[in-house]
């Protein structure tokens, strides 16, 4: 019984740094987001810096993670929880990547005249951002619905990506010398579209960890 008691302790800790690994990736895409709208080129690199944080905590998950299958040799639901929180933990770090990646765009951008105000692109962000914090509230409290409501508005983040990409290729063509500017705010789209594909991916293993079945929500 003690040793049962100390898996169920394990669990509930990888799930807290979890759901620490899911806030702190949310933080650098607020400040990511924030740093375009104001144009603020040492937010950015302070970002770019505070990545680090994100990296080692994933990295702390994962060795305790692969500790604990080794330790208690888990099966059935035990052992999707642990598979479950190796997968977030790999989604929630690809969006603290994706943050540095809008950041090092900012850089690129700097300061100068804009071809156009930054208004759609923190719209479209917005959506991303509320998809993360409730597929990580679907996570906490294993809510199949909640999840699968966060994966059907991704359908929203892809249209506002197209429309958006659409119409800075037409500024690109009128506006030659934005090109370089107008290429950054192309990438920073698309890296906010991945941020929305990412927390549908984290609503297909809430889903799995809780019915045990595979579901392509990305479909």
Known sequence: MVVRGNFQTELEQLKNMLLELGKKAETAMNRAIEA?????????????????????????????????????????????????ALRISTDLERVGDLAVNIAKSVIRIGDGKLIKPIEEIPRMAAIAQKMNADVLE?????????????????????????????????LMTQNPDFIRQITQLAFICRY?????????????????????????LNA
């Open 192 to 216: 906010i579209e991945r941020y929305a594909d990412h927390a549908t991916n984290i609503s297909e293993s809430v889903i799995y960890l809780v019915k045990g079945k595979h579901y392509d």
């Open 36 to 84: 375009l709208k104001t144009q603020n080129v040492d937010d950015a690199i302070h970002i770019i810096e505070d990545d680090a944080e994100i990296n080692v905590l994933e990295d702390e998950i994962n060795d305790l993670a692969i500790l604990m299958i080794a330790k208690q040799q888990p099966v059935a639901t035990d052992l999707r929880r642990i598979i479950v």
């Open 138 to 170: 679907a996570f906490y409290k294993e809510d199949v619905d909640l999840a699968k409501k966060v994966a059907e508005i991704d359908d929203q983040v892809d249209d506002m990506y197209g429309r958006l990409v659409q119409e800075l290729l037409e």
